[in-house]
């Protein structure tokens, strides 16, 4: 199970910090990844960060958002800043076993950035 929290509104130019809490399993089996989804858009692959700790960012976020995982905590973080109004969607937290097709997605958290 992925919980995650952090979303909200904000004004651009701010920051925000996402939080994904996952239970169930062992944690560091897993790649982690948030993605997100504007209205009438498809779902985008946001930040990754495998269970070797590998990061991968799509090009729009780069040097802006930051991924990082706690092992010790089963918790995956994306920190946001200098926000941008086209970065308001839905941002979902995935879960990927290294080994299996086993995947879970979590619930969902709305960002908000006023411009």
């Known amino acids: 199970q992925l919980v995650e929290s952090g979303g909200g509104l904000v004004q651009a130019g701010g920051s925000l910090r996402l939080s994904c809490a996952a239970s169930?399993?062992?944690?560091?089996?897993?790649?982690m990844g948030w993605y997100r989804q504007a209205p009438g858009e498809q779902r985008e692959l946001v930040a990754l960060?495998?269970?070797?700790?590998?990061?991968r960012y799509v090009d729009s976020v780069k040097g802006r958002f930051t991924i990082s995982r706690d092992n010790a905590k089963s918790t995956v973080y994306l920190q946001m800043n200098s926000l941008l109004p086209e970065d308001t969607a839905v941002y979902y937290c995935?879960?990927?076993?290294?080994?299996?097709?086993?995947?879970?997605w979590g619930q969902g958290a709305q960002v908000t950035v006023s411009s």
């Open positions: 960060i495998t269970r070797g700790r590998g990061i």
């Open positions: 169930g399993d062992i944690f560091e089996f897993y790649h």
């Open positions: 995935k879960a990927e076993h290294y080994l299996s097709t086993r995947t879970y």
